[in-house]
């Protein structure tokens, strides 16, 4: 039998299920998935973005619906997990991409410096603070972990279903001064590979994308003057690493998700994909 490429990539009629859906990653990935015929549950810590982003696909013709959830609250996700399931049946796609950063998981240098030799007071490692790392983490990798523990049931109980986690190039080789999200992303990462082969068995697949440096709002704030427009030092350093020469943009991450989501990728579980520009591969 001839295999129909183009209908390989359709995911059209499919439940899809993405948490932090409010943001301008995710939201661009249910604006997408929406607007090819997926009916898409958007779930955010917002209740507000994610009503907005949902309405916004069903202006256009799509099919969705916003929901208020906290992915470190099982009890949340449990309620949101029985929504949808009693809305559109079983969940069919499912992006658990709430994240995000916290200063106090951070240092402000990327080099150790004696204290007594800093001209101003810094956070360094040693000033890291506990709650604040333990957010970070919790929130990018707790949250990853519960969202599949409670999302995944309804996919494992038909027996098909495509997980997609989000990780990062920081997985991969950490970034500097990030380090609680570093680690939270490399821990996504190695999930995403453990659980791959723990469903291998069930009909479900599990990889992820990686994304490189994308010019969101939050990241423009920190890598952008405000003031005169020009890019900070370290903007200057990712261009400078990044072989194709600029920040990503939300529309370039929406080819390889819908690959990775469809039958397109029937036989690639257990991957991670670096979607930066060539970040991860470029050396000196």
Known sequence: MTLNIIDSFS????????TGGGGELCGAMATALGSIGTKVAILD???EKAEKTAAEIEKAGGNAIGMACNVLST???????????????AV???????????????TDREFFTPREKLPEQKQ?????????FRYVFDLN?????????????????????SILNISSMSALTPLTKVAAYSAAKAAVSNFTQWLAVHFSQTGVRVNAIAP??????????????QETGELS???????????????????????AVIWLLSDASKFVTGVVVPIDGGFSAYTI
């Open 212 to 225: 490189g440096f994308f010019m969101t709002e939050q990241l423009r704030f920190l890598h952008v003057n």
């Open 233 to 255: 030092e370290r903007a200057r350093k990712v261009i400078a690493h990044t072989p194709l020469g600029r920040y990503g943009e939300p529309d370039d991450l929406l080819g």
């Open 11 to 18: 995911i059209n009629g499919k439940v899809a299920v993405i």
């Open 124 to 132: 360094d490692f040693f000033d890291l603070d506990l709650d604040g």
């Open 75 to 89: 009890d949340e996700l449990e309620s949101c997990h029985e929504r949808v399931c009693n809305k559109w049946g």
């Open 45 to 47: 810590l917002n209740r």
């Open 92 to 106: 069919d796609l499912l992006i658990p991409g709430a994240g995000g950063n916290d200063p106090r998981g951070s």
């Open 141 to 161: 990798f707790l949250g990853t972990f519960l969202t599949i523990k409670i999302f995944s049931k309804s996919m494992v109980a038909q027996r098909r279903g």
